[in-house]
Every structure is written in C-alpha cells, then in structure tokens.
Nanobody
C-alpha cells in the first residue's frame, strides 16, 4: 500500500498564497497519477488538480491560472501552489495517489486551508 503525508495547510488572507506538499511512501509504481482534491463543509469532494508521472498536469476550471501542480519523482512528492486565494477555496485538501495498473486509490489524511481576513 501507499502512505501519503500532507503538509503546508493553514490560514491565509484572501488573495494570498500557500504551498501544499504530499510525500508518498510504500509500494510506489512507476506509472501513477498524483493529485489534490478538496472538500468544504456541506460539499462533495472535488478534484483540484492531478499530474502524471511524466509531468502532464490537469486542472479543474475553477483553479486554472491560479493553482499550479508539480511533482518531484526523486522524492515521490507532489506539490500544489495556491495563488490568488478566493473565498470559495477554503476546504480540507486531500492528497491522492492513483496506481494505474490496478486502479487503486490512496488518500492522505487531509490538510485544511482556511481563507480569512
């Protein structure tokens, strides 16, 4: 199995920036997809962004141009840079690891992002 540890969440003012990190360990396969989801109170969990092993990224429309995902395969770590934070961005952000070979998903514990003035 895969273990995921997130860090970097916290409190930030509207329009501010934050950087999230997620380190994976365990049964890492070369061909995988890592990403970030978020869930606000009373809302469904939604995709924010994901990135394949070769560096190909995808973004939800709501964060395009503001958030940027990247990964460092030497560290098995994925990053999410959150810029120009809006009132609709606060949520618990969850790191996701998708093992393509058998379509298995692994989840981190989540790190909260709070936007407040």
């Amino acid at each position: 199995q895969v273990q995921l540890v997130e860090s970097g969440g916290g409190l930030v003012q509207p329009g501010g920036s934050l950087r999230l990190s997620c380190a994976a360990s365990g049964s890492i396969f070369n061909f995988n997809r890592m990403g970030w989801y978020r869930q606000a109170p009373g809302k469904q969990r939604e995709l924010v962004a994901y990135i394949f092993s070769d560096g190909t990224p995808n973004y939800a429309d709501s964060v395009k141009g503001r958030f940027f995902i990247s990964r460092d395969n030497t560290k098995n770590t994925v990053y999410l840079q959150l810029n120009s934070l809006k009132p609709e961005d606060p949520a618990v952000y969850y790191c996701n690891f998708h093992r393509i070979i058998n379509s298995r998903d692994f989840w981190g514990q989540g790190t909260p992002v709070t936007v407040s003035s």
